[in-house]
């Protein structure tokens, strides 16, 4: 998605595009222990929140997303000069991923 890994220890990870920062958080163990992932994983259709990042290319960050063991959620959707794709990474967390088109 154009981002850069900044930092990266046992309880981050940074990630760096010329439009946003992002951080990443580990799960304490403590609440960690309880979570259970699927194989293949299961979208959270509730979470706390639902990013949502431009691309270049729809089609290159859908193969990006399954080799690292995420997953497509339903349709591509048109709209205006937008098409839209939500996807989910491989613990379930769905992203929103959108391409300008002309």
């Known amino acids: 998605?154009?981002?850069s890994l900044l930092h990266a220890d046992d309880e981050h990870r940074?990630?760096?595009s010329?439009?946003?920062?992002?951080?990443?958080?580990?799960?304490p163990l403590q609440?960690?222990?309880?979570i259970v992932i699927a194989n293949p994983p299961v979208p959270r259709q509730?979470?706390?929140?639902?990013?949502?990042?431009?691309?270049?290319s729809?089609?290159?960050?859908?193969r990006v997303v399954e080799e690292h063991g995420g997953q497509l959620c339903g349709p591509l959707w048109p709209g205006?000069?937008?098409?839209?794709r939500n996807v989910c990474d491989p613990e379930g967390n769905i992203v929103h991923l959108r391409e300008r088109v002309a």
């Open 18 to 27: 010329p439009d946003v920062q992002l951080i990443i958080h580990a799960i």
């Open 80 to 84: 205006p000069g937008l098409r839209v």
């Open 14 to 16: 940074v990630l760096q």
């Open 31 to 34: 609440f960690s222990e309880r």
């Open 1 to 3: 998605m154009g981002a």
């Open 58 to 62: 729809l089609e290159a960050i859908e």
């Open 46 to 56: 509730e979470q706390a929140i639902k990013p949502f990042f431009t691309v270049e």
